[in-house]
């Protein structure tokens, strides 16, 4: 029985060895420009600030909500684009744990943050993230684009080692961004986001 056991400990690196040598594996990529489903921004602003440029000071918390969603509002952003979204603080720019106002801007329009970053509020902006969108034709598009090229660089591989390149044995699929619903930092959602596959092709 142990020499069963041996034998087959043996034979079992040496078959996969055999597998790989009968196999091409090939990374091939596609660059797209996303598409943006919402720009999701999380921020704080400390009560002690208050209108730091202005030098307004505020009684409480309510009171700094009600005149930012207003100041916002004139601005074009609409007070239900906001949203409290509270979260534990340890301490804020001063060292005051608790008298800070936690919200949530959701929005579909890029004038919407520049309209944010232009007010007179002291914002410490801790999140910012854009979902993507992309849709099942896409993703097709994308995705026989890259076993397009995958195809090619296999070919070529194939040829110089003397092989006639097969089927497709598998595929993977690479980078998370390249995904509907995808949450990425807001400043990539200007950039390219790449699109890749991973593809083992049967060599003969």
Do not use: W
Not at 13 to 22: G, W
Not at 134 to 156: D, G, V
Request: aromatic content about 8%.
């Amino acid at each position: 029985m142990k020499k069963v056991v041996i034998i087959l400990l043996v034979l079992l690196p040496l078959s996969l060895l055999a597998q790989k040598e009968h196999t091409i594996s090939v990374n091939s990529h596609v660059y797209f420009k996303p598409q943006i489903k919402e720009y999701l921004v999380f921020m704080v602003l400390p009560l002690d600030m208050g209108g730091y440029r202005t030098g307004k000071r505020y009684a409480d918390l309510e009171e700094l909500k009600t005149e930012f969603l207003k100041v916002m509002k004139k601005k074009g952003v609409a007070a239900s684009k906001f949203s409290e979204n509270p979260i534990k603080i340890l301490s804020s720019f001063r060292g005051n744990k608790n008298e800070q106002l936690s919200l949530l801007l959701r929005t579909t329009a890029k004038e919407d943050l520049i309209s944010l970053m232009e007010t007179d509020f002291y914002i410490q902006i801790y999140e910012a993230n854009a979902r993507l969108k992309l849709s099942p034709k896409e993703y097709a598009k994308l995705s026989e684009e890259c076993l397009k090229k995958a195809k090619e660089a296999a070919l070529i591989l194939a040829q110089k080692s003397g092989k006639k390149l097969g089927a497709i044995q598998s595929i993977s699929a690479e980078g998370l961004h390249a995904i509907d619903n995808a949450k990425i930092p807001i400043f990539d959602a200007i950039e390219r986001q790449k699109f890749g596959l991973y593809v083992t092709f049967l060599t003969e």
